[in-house]
């Protein structure tokens, strides 16, 4: 493998070119990134089918593909027949010649798929899930010591669901360990097979109690590929996620990935250790709110499931919805939101079984793409639902740590706070950023903007922005090796930032005063009117340009700074600019058919979401 440039141990100058892949489940995505000037920016991108499947079995024939459209896109010369040239000969006076780095992320052939074992499933059975949803696996089921199966119901589930990797936790340090050893047999007896390669044993990552060690080792050493770690719950009131994720990818890289076809001629081109896609979205996501200070939350909705990632006060989370997407998972997004929540978003008035054929028909079809506004329509407002559902999800599971005991005060005990009470705080939020198709390649940015903040319901002030091009994954990867190269790239290229939506909090009835509002725009006018109930508007703010605003409002409604209380921020401007949302939160919509579609109709011309909503 290629020395990282750049590593302690090496002596090669600073990255100026780089290549990068992505090698999706159904599309393999290359991005040039190059240094200009003092910045790096990405420059050209390619993109080929993924050929993990017959007739070709090898994964980098789709690298090399989209590499050497890049390659005719840019007039550098970067493939040597199947080899990748590195490092870049600019050094030799060839500029136009080689790269620096190859570097790569995978979610092929279905992504990381865990299974999680823990002694009580609330506490050191929820750790465990958050240790390997943030290493970016799909977590397929749960068990533990008093999840309520019965021994042979648990052996049966861990041989039928044929896991990549079981990640096992439970117990303190120092504690007792007869229900560790317990889920241990029940694994053994369970003789699980891996869903790649007939020939080797399945991966699991002890991450318990240390004290269990012994006997882990051998009721399971002859019969899995046994990796031992730290505790991810040494004390109770303590996670220690980062060593079971660190060697979830090391065991990935190592194990899983070499019996993909193709993987092992893939990690011997990368001059980096190979991510899993979503590993790497939550490494950029983490890596900019670290440096930015800010609290974020993002979301990447694909076909197939829904991935969440969080950062407050500097506590990462991501949990993935594996049955809400917007293709292949789009019947289940029906099935949990319900047709009536669905409804509820479209502007204008369907038959419902029409309705439920036009989602049976993206199911069945998943490749195809709205051909008019009302498919359009449609389309984004079973979005909504999919973005709401799997936030909820999210904060269910981005939670402190429960069975730890608190000091309390009297106002504590009013308040009912609690140890597993959720680290999402909406008015605390900072920025919200989207990816994925229905938000990336919306044809209008206000589409993608009123998706989210219908969805999300911020609360108070809060930037939103889109990723432009879905090249998260490759920045994700090249943040571990050159920071700045991948934040230069995210800021510039990556991230569009679409404005900043301001909403109070409280109800009232429509027409009635919400808070009085000042914005002084920067060209030095100043507008002075009052935000009503059921008002949705809409100013033009530049990107890169702020504005101050001022909220006064009524005596029940919230601002950020307690009912009542008057409110001045500074406010960043983006493609859409500035939303004022007066419609309440919680928002509700009318109960009555022709005035929801109404109220959304009024909403959708207000701020252009489409050319027109009257029907």
Same mark, same amino acid.
């Given at each position: 493998?290629?020395?990282?440039?750049?590593?302690?141990?090496?002596?090669?100058?600073?990255?100026?070119?780089?290549?990068?892949?992505?090698?999706?489940?159904?599309?393999?995505?290359?991005?040039?990134?190059?240094?200009?000037?003092?910045?790096?920016?990405?420059?050209?991108?390619?993109?080929?089918?993924?050929?993990?499947?017959?007739?070709?079995?090898?994964?980098?024939?789709?690298?090399?593909?989209?590499?050497?459209?890049?390659?005719?896109?840019?007039?550098?010369?970067?493939?040597?027949?199947?080899?990748?040239?590195?490092?870049?000969?600019?050094?030799?006076?060839?500029?136009?010649?080689?790269?620096?780095?190859?570097?790569?992320?995978?979610?092929?052939?279905?992504?990381?798929?865990?299974?999680?074992?823990?002694?009580?499933?609330?506490?050191?059975?929820?750790?465990?899930?958050?240790?390997?949803?943030?290493?970016?696996?799909?977590?397929?089921?749960?068990?533990?010591?008093?999840?309520?199966?019965?021994?042979?119901?648990?052996?049966?589930?861990?041989?039928?669901?044929?896991?990549?990797?079981?990640?096992?936790?439970?117990?303190?340090?120092?504690?007792?360990?007869?229900?560790?050893?317990?889920?241990?047999?029940?694994?053994?007896?369970?003789?699980?097979?891996?869903?790649?390669?007939?020939?080797?044993? *399945?991966? !699991? /990552?002890?991450?318990?109690?240390?004290? #269990?060690?012994?006997?882990?080792? %051998? @009721?399971? +050493?002859?019969?899995?590929?046994?990796?031992?770690?730290?505790?991810?719950?040494?004390?109770?009131?303590?996670?220690?996620?980062?060593?079971?994720?660190?060697?979830?990818?090391?065991?990935?890289?190592?194990?899983?990935?070499?019996?993909?076809?193709?993987?092992?001629?893939?990690?011997?081109?990368?001059?980096?250790?190979?991510?899993?896609?979503?590993?790497?979205?939550?490494?950029?996501?983490?890596?900019?709110?670290?440096?930015?200070? *800010?609290? !974020? /939350?993002?979301?990447?909705?694909?076909? #197939?499931?829904?991935?969440?990632? %969080? @950062?407050? +006060?500097?506590?990462?989370?991501?949990?993935?919805?594996?049955?809400?997407?917007?293709?292949?998972?789009?019947?289940?997004?029906?099935?949990?939101?319900?047709?009536?929540?669905?409804?509820?978003?479209?502007?204008?008035?369907?038959?419902?079984?029409?309705?439920?054929?036009?989602?049976?028909?993206?199911?069945?079809?998943?490749?195809?793409?709205?051909?008019?506004?009302?498919?359009?329509?449609?389309?984004?407002?079973?979005?909504?639902?999919?973005?709401?559902?799997?936030?909820?999800?999210?904060?269910?599971?981005?939670?402190?740590?429960?069975?730890?005991?608190?000091?309390?005060?009297?106002?504590?005990?009013?308040?009912?706070?609690?140890?597993?009470?959720?680290?999402?705080?909406?008015?605390?939020?900072?920025?919200?950023?989207?990816?994925?198709?229905?938000?990336?390649?919306?044809?209008?940015?206000?589409?993608?903007?009123?998706?989210?903040?219908?969805?999300?319901?911020?609360?108070?002030?809060?930037?939103?922005?889109?990723?432009?091009?879905?090249?998260?994954?490759?920045?994700?990867?090249?943040?571990?090796?050159?920071?700045?190269?991948?934040?230069?790239?995210?800021?510039?290229?990556?991230?569009?930032?679409?404005?900043?939506?301001?909403?109070?909090?409280?109800?009232?009835?429509?027409?009635?005063?919400?808070?009085?509002?000042?914005?002084?725009?920067?060209?030095?006018?100043?507008?002075?009117?009052?935000?009503?109930?059921?008002?949705?508007?809409?100013?033009?703010?530049?990107?890169?340009?702020?504005?101050?605003?001022?909220?006064?409002?009524?005596?029940?409604?919230?601002?950020?700074?307690?009912?009542?209380?008057?409110?001045?921020?500074?406010?960043?401007?983006?493609?859409?600019?500035?939303?004022?949302?007066?419609?309440?939160?919680?928002?509700?919509?009318?109960?009555?058919?022709?005035?929801?579609?109404?109220?959304?109709?009024?909403?959708?011309?207000?701020?252009?979401?489409?050319?027109?909503?009257?029907?």
């Amino acid at each position: 493998m290629t020395a990282v440039p750049g590593a302690p141990d090496s002596p090669a100058p600073p990255l100026t070119v780089i290549v990068a892949t992505d090698c999706g489940s159904t599309t393999t995505k290359a991005i040039l990134i190059e240094k200009i000037g003092d910045e790096y920016r990405q420059t050209y991108r390619g993109e080929a089918p993924t050929t993990v499947e017959a007739p070709f079995e090898d994964v980098t024939r789709g690298v090399l593909n989209a590499i050497a459209e890049i390659e005719e896109l840019s007039g550098r010369k970067i493939l040597d027949g199947d080899r990748i040239i590195t490092p870049n000969r600019a050094a030799q006076g060839d500029p136009k010649t080689g790269v620096d780095i190859y570097i790569s992320t995978s979610s092929a052939g279905g992504g990381l798929q865990m299974m999680v074992t823990g002694v009580v499933q609330n506490m050191t059975g929820e750790s465990a899930q958050r240790a390997a949803l943030g290493a970016g696996a799909i977590v397929i089921d749960v068990l533990a010591s008093n999840d309520g199966r019965l021994p042979h119901e648990k052996i049966e589930r861990i041989r039928s669901m044929r896991p990549d990797m079981i990640l096992m936790s439970g117990g303190t340090d120092g504690g007792a360990v007869t229900h560790v050893v317990e889920m241990a047999e029940y694994v053994a007896a369970a003789e699980p097979r891996p869903r790649f390669g007939a020939t080797y044993k *399945l991966p !699991l /990552i002890y991450a318990g109690n240390k004290d #269990a060690r012994p006997q882990i080792a %051998s @009721v399971l +050493g002859d019969k899995t590929a046994l990796v031992i770690t730290e505790n991810i719950r040494p004390v109770l009131e303590r996670e220690n996620l980062a060593p079971a994720r660190d060697k979830i990818h090391d065991v990935f890289l190592e194990h899983v990935m070499q019996q993909a076809p193709g993987y092992k001629k893939l990690i011997d081109m990368a001059g980096a250790p190979i991510m899993p896609t979503p590993a790497a979205v939550g490494v950029i996501m983490e890596t900019i709110a670290k440096r930015e200070r *800010l609290n !974020l /939350i993002g979301v990447d909705i694909g076909g #197939a499931t829904t991935d969440v990632f %969080s @950062v407050f +006060g500097g506590v990462f989370n991501r949990t993935v919805s594996a049955n809400l997407g917007m293709s292949y998972s789009i019947s289940n997004v029906l099935a949990e939101a319900g047709l009536a929540n669905i409804m509820r978003w479209v502007p204008f008035t369907i038959d419902e079984q029409a309705l439920r054929n036009r989602i049976k028909n993206k199911m069945v079809r998943p490749t195809t793409i709205p051909q008019t506004l009302d498919e359009l329509q449609i389309e984004h407002a079973i979005s909504r639902e999919a973005l709401r559902l799997a936030l909820i999800h999210h904060k269910s599971l981005a939670t402190a740590l429960k069975g730890v005991q608190q000091e309390r005060t009297i106002s504590d005990v009013f308040e009912q706070q609690q140890s597993g009470r959720t680290l999402i705080d909406m008015l605390k939020l900072d920025l919200i950023v989207g990816s994925g198709g229905i938000l990336s390649h919306a044809p209008r940015r206000i589409q993608s903007m009123l998706m989210m903040v219908d969805a999300y319901e911020p609360l108070g002030f809060t930037m939103l922005s889109v990723d432009s091009i879905f090249m998260m994954p490759h920045l994700g990867v090249l943040s571990t090796i050159d920071e700045k190269a991948a934040t230069d790239v995210f800021v510039r290229d990556c991230m569009i930032y679409l404005g900043t939506c301001v909403a109070p909090i409280g109800q009232g009835q429509e027409g009635e005063v919400c808070a009085e509002c000042e914005i002084a725009f920067p060209d030095g006018r100043t507008v002075r009117e009052p935000l009503k109930y059921g008002d949705l508007k809409r100013y033009p703010l530049e990107l890169g340009k702020k504005a101050s605003v001022t909220l006064k409002p009524a005596k029940t409604v919230n601002a950020g700074a307690g009912p009542g209380a008057a409110v001045t921020r500074e406010v960043h401007g983006g493609v859409v600019g500035l939303l004022l949302d007066g419609r309440g939160r919680p928002l509700q919509l009318p109960k009555d058919d022709a005035a929801r579609v109404a109220a959304l109709t009024k909403w959708f011309n207000a701020v252009g979401l489409y050319p027109t909503c009257d029907q």
